[in-house]
């Protein structure tokens, strides 16, 4: 009989294994001790892992427990199993930042196309050095290491196809329209439910990347954002009372991006057409943030560059690369 508490790897798959056996029946937690001469109480330890992992599982108090689905647990097979490209995909329990983890794997990687996926992120990190709530077995913390073939110039409108690819990507397996908020944040019923981050690192003298890393956080399920960001942030589970499959969904993503990334140049003009036509923030007013500079604007474009074009409230026309959108503000 196994004497310490740590609940091994092999101990939890020879339970999932017991559950699946009897999916939708109860079955008590003697029953699974005796089966795999373990204490009762190992097996409620083991369970309760289980279920931040992410397997649904119902635990009656005293009677027993009914396995549901694992609908919302992380699986490699499932992931490269609907790639439509070549990518090594890794999957980790739990990571600071899957771009930080990813751009260490660069230096010394010379594989191309790499897919790393967490399970959470203890130290996610958002644009302009703010974190991401990056909670266990909750969204989709995904970075993809490619090296496209594309000249520097067109590297700016990367962010713009990732944040078309991905909301394309959710639209269609969430069956609903998001929007995108200039430059690369994708909104649900008027709340954020992804965040994008890439970056890269150029290849001196040869006008090309060296590789980008490209970022991706979706929130998945139902969680606590905690008071403050719970009035900016919400979950597809929120909003749309489904409980998506991450697997699926990060696949999609993939091939998305890989899709466009393929004859990157003619395809820019479609996705920058898809790229406006889903911004949420043309024609609105708004507070524009850059470095320490305040604009207060109506917004009357986005470029073919993915350039905010504005007009100040002094009435000159101003064109922003970069920045942040802080507040909308209705006139
Ligand atoms: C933002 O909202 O400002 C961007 C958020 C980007 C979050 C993703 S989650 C996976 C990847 N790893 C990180 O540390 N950040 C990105």
Not at 202 to 225: P, R, S, T
Request: proline residues 1%.
């Amino acid at each position: 009989m196994i004497k310490n508490n740590i609940v091994t790897s092999s101990i939890k798959k020879r339970i999932i294994d017991i559950l699946e056996e009897n999916k939708d029946k109860r079955i008590t937690g003697s029953t699974i001790a005796k089966r795999l001469d373990v204490t009762r109480s190992y097996v409620s330890k083991a369970i309760k892992e289980l279920q931040t992992d992410g397997y649904d599982i119902i635990a009656e108090n005293r009677v027993g427990y009914i396995y549901q689905n694992d609908v919302k647990v992380l699986k490699a097979d499932a992931i490269k199993g609907k790639l439509t490209s070549d990518y090594e995909v890794i999957i980790l329990d739990e990571v600071d930042s899957t771009n930080r983890y990813l751009k260490e794997l660069a230096k010394n990687s010379t594989l191309k196309n790499i897919l790393v996926v967490a399970n959470q992120q203890t130290g996610g990190r958002g644009r302009l050095g703010r974190t991401f709530v990056s909670n266990k077995a909750s969204g989709i913390y995904m970075s993809l290491l490619v090296r496209p073939d594309i000249p520097i110039h067109l590297v700016k409108k990367v962010t713009c196809m990732v944040s078309v690819a991905t909301a394309n990507a959710i639209d269609k397996l969430a069956n609903t329209t998001t929007s995108i908020k200039w430059v690369n944040d994708i909104y649900l019923n008027k709340k954020k439910i992804c965040g994008i981050l890439t970056e890269g690192v150029a290849l001196a003298e040869e006008n090309k990347m060296e590789y980008i890393v490209i970022g991706i956080g979706v929130n998945c399920y139902h969680q606590d954002f905690g008071e403050e960001l719970s009035k900016k942030a919400t979950s597809l589970e929120d909003e749309l009372h489904i409980c998506i499959s991450r697997n699926a969904l990060i696949s999609e993503i993939a091939n998305q991006i890989s899709f466009y990334f393929n004859d990157f140049e003619r395809q820019s003009k479609l996705f920058m057409k898809e790229y406006k036509e889903k911004s949420f923030i043309i024609g609105m007013n708004v507070e524009l943030q850059k470095g320490s500079s305040t604009t207060f604007a109506k917004v009357i474009d986005i470029n073919d560059e993915g350039e905010l074009i504005v007009e100040d409230e002094f009435h000159k026309i101003k064109s922003f690369s970069s920045g942040e959108i802080t507040r909308t503000i209705l006139k």
